[in-house]
């Protein structure tokens, strides 16, 4: 599989060029998507046609993780011809997108939107493992592997979303597996109430789970990198720490 980074931010950041979450995966013919965070649509469409995707999965309902929708909807209404693509996310996440616009069935003209729930599902050549995360009352970190895979030792990479509770991927996460997480709140400590993860909290999921790699996103104003980096390695030896940004891309597997 290959993993291509659109967008790697936060809400809100300072940092020119910086796009919010989004993360593409493919495999031979297939794609999913990972988040269509702000700004994310561009870079998404410099990396193929966004109508060819298989599916776009969205982790929690915060705009920064899924209000590119907006001009993937315009780009599949209006380009010629005109297409469609699967959507899986939330409840509500249509609803929210028709106010947003002031159009009802804004959606529905482009997104074929479907309720996301815990499980797991194939959606072309993945199997996409979902579960529950502690942030929004509906959020989910998703483990992406090769569909009908489940030889010893195969690896996949598991996407944190956003997430208050670093134990809930716990059971996503195999050993081996590349870790993409959120380290919104850097070397730490996390603000009270804030349900995010700091890097001592990604480096001992790292450790816990046998990671093979640990790719960091999210970072929020006023961390340094370097120093978020060094507080997961002091928690993880396994295996590559690092922070990646958007046109990131990496071979997950074989």
Do not use: W
């Amino acid at each position: 599989m290959l993993l291509s980074v659109a967008g790697a931010g936060p809400a809100y950041t300072d940092r020119p060029g910086a796009s919010g979450a989004a993360y593409l995966v493919r495999a031979g013919a297939s794609s999913l998507l990972l988040d269509l965070g702000q700004g994310s649509f561009p870079r998404l469409a410099g990396l193929l046609d966004p109508a060819a995707l298989d599916a776009v999965v969205i982790s929690h309902l915060h705009p920064d993780h899924f209000i590119d929708l907006v001009p993937l909807r315009h780009y599949l209404r209006y380009e010629k011809p005109p297409s469609r693509v699967r959507v899986v996310g939330p409840d509500g996440l249509s609803t929210r997108l028709d106010a947003l616009n002031g159009e009802e069935g804004f959606c529905s003209s482009a997104l074929d939107i479907e309720a996301l729930t815990a499980g797991r599902q194939v959606i072309g050549r993945f199997e996409l493992e979902i579960a529950r995360v502690t942030h929004t009352d509906s959020s989910f970190g998703f483990r992406v592997s090769a569909a009908g895979g489940g030889r010893p030792g195969e690896v996949g990479l598991v996407y944190s979303g956003d997430c208050g509770r670093a134990e809930d991927l716990d059971a996503l996460a195999r050993p081996g597996d590349t870790l993409l997480c959120e380290v919104s709140f850097g070397p730490g400590p996390v603000a009270p109430g804030a349900q995010h993860l700091d890097g001592p909290a990604v480096g001992e999921l790292a450790r816990r789970v046998g990671a093979g790699r640990v790719l960091l996103t999210h970072l929020q104003m006023g961390f340094g990198r370097t120093a978020t980096i060094d507080s997961v390695r002091a928690r993880f030896d396994g295996g590559p720490v690092e922070l990646v940004d958007p046109g990131f891309e990496t071979i997950i597997g074989s």
